[in-house]
């Protein structure tokens, strides 16, 4: 048989808060005008909502190496076709 890996209703409940937390700063964020940085400031509070949900949510944390390391391979790559469209778009 597989481990269950069982977290508390109080590590849920925490991820839960600190999700709800960063939506409302991700809702307060788009109200304020930073310039260039509006994207940098919404992918980095994206990014954290994102892991919080694979770790915790998706049982990430609790995985073996080699699926982590096939899936920081996956994001890095889709990080450099991301950095390639900024790096498009900012020399039209």
């Known amino acids: 048989m597989l481990n269950a890996h069982i977290i508390s209703y109080k ?3 925490i991820i839960l808060t600190a999700l709800l937390i960063l939506t409302g700063i991700t809702v307060f964020m788009s109200t304020l005008d930073f310039g260039s940085l509006n994207i940098w400031i919404a992918l980095i509070i994206a990014s954290t909502k994102a892991s919080l949900v694979l770790l ?9 190496w080699l699926i982590k390391w096939s899936f920081l391979i996956t994001v890095s790559f889709l990080a450099v076709l991301i950095g390639f469209i900024f790096w498009d778009i900012s020399f039209r």
């Open 11 to 13: 590590k849920l409940g």
């Open 56 to 64: 915790f949510f998706m049982h990430m944390k609790y995985e073996p």
